[in-house]
């Protein structure tokens, strides 16, 4: 499973810098319409896998490995693309609705998969899951190239990778969230792990009760991105405040006597998990250079997803040595203290009012620099 998790996670924290040049480089359209050809094609080719009574281990971590390079890949193109599809008066919510709908797919996208696997067996769910691409390819052919406003494609040249970082230094509200992120990726965002202990060794449940915990969960988080859809401006203060909020109800649910108190608590776990990470998302597309989204983008992905081989794996062995609720707890106070120090740094680098979202957005479409 360790090996497995680093075929899976390892080509993020190696190819995303380098995946976000390209990103940068290409036209979106065309090269999501390659990534998602080729993720369907391993999604059926895990279900091969899946229909034999002895798979070899080794096709395992190979299809893994595969899936890791396309999300790495995948993942910025296809973020920096929403800007293209709107007009500039519709990119703030367009980019919150997106963010909303994408982080609400990964909770209940699990929920669906368990359903599927008790159903129909493993085989069959890799098989929907490949069928499912057909709609989004068929979305994407249906476009029309003329009506998409194409960012500048970046030249090539030396250096690139080394050029988003600099530039994201540059710019006080990446980098500000992006350190919060770093924390709160590794110790706070780590539900899958986080839940299972704390449910069946803590409140010492059955799978069935993680299973309503996680649907209750997740309609927290449905709750959550309906709001967030609604918003017109990102700003930095709702990323502190998302932490804040976030670090508070995971706190208090360590602290839950029972599963009658679990239940209301994680509804609110549910919603401030998707208003956080919903406007760290968010305000990398609508603060960052549209000629450097594909690179911030992907230094954003190595933040959220790239650390998950790192959290878990520490959350996993304090949980082995102090108890089920004590990766809850460590969770909620790593997300209290980035907020704190989120809002004290903010306060110093952010010295001018932080400008409405749509500003921001008129001056990337008169193609004025940024930050």
Known sequence: MGLLTVCQFGPILLLSAWAGVIADRSNKRN???LTQILEMVQSFALGALAFMHHPPLW?????ALAGGCLLAFDNPVRRSFVTEMVGPEDVPNAVTLYSALVNTSKIFGPAIAGALVVSVGYGWAFIADGFSYIAVLIALFMMRPSELRRSRVTPRGRGQVREGL???????????TFAMLAVIGSLSYNFTVLFPLFVIHGLHGSDATYTAVYAVFSAGALVGALIVAHRSTVRVRNIIMGAFALGVSMLVLSVAPNLAAVYPIVVIVGLTSVMYIT????????????????RVIALQTVLLIGTTPIGGPILGALADTFGARVPLAIGGAAAVAAAAWG????????????PNVVGSIELEAADLPLG
């Open 343 to 354: 809002a004290f740094v903010g306060r110093r680098v952010l010295s001018e009012p932080e």
């Open 59 to 63: 096709a395992l971590y190979a299809v």
């Open 166 to 176: 600099r530039y994201v230094a540059r710019v006080p509200a990446l980098w500000l």
């Open 279 to 294: 406007a760290t998302t968010a305000i990398v597309q609508v603060r960052s250079d549209p000629r450097m989204q594909g």
């Open 31 to 33: 090269l999501l319409i």
